[in-house]
């Protein structure tokens, strides 16, 4: 027999309340190579990475299903901060 960790028990529900936010879970995932391909194309359209096109489009599914659950925050926002937002502490706007 093994021990579970902290991990394997918040999988089986053991989950308490104060714990810290979980690192994003890594899935291998197998597609047939057209679909990825289709799936890396429409993500280029929409300026996504692939990964992110994927995590997108299986949220939607959740969502209009749903069985997106409640407690799921949302997708983080990567790549160059919209105009007009404050530059980030140490940035210097001298040149």
Known sequence: MSEDTPEESAAE?????ARRPQQRKQ???RLDPLIHDALAR???D???STNAQIEFLL???LGDAGRLPKGAGA?????????????Q???SDSG
């Not at 529900?13 to 309340?17: M, V, Y």
């Not at 997708?75 to 530059?87: M, N």
């Open 27 to 29: 899935v291998l995932l």
């Open 89 to 91: 502490a140490g940035a």
């Open 46 to 48: 929409e300026l996504r």
């Open 59 to 61: 949220r939607k599914a």
């Open 13 to 17: 529900g053991g989950r308490s309340p």
């Open 75 to 87: 997708i983080p926002r990567r790549g160059r901060p919209p105009k007009g937002e404050a530059p």
């Open 42 to 44: 429409w993500a280029g």
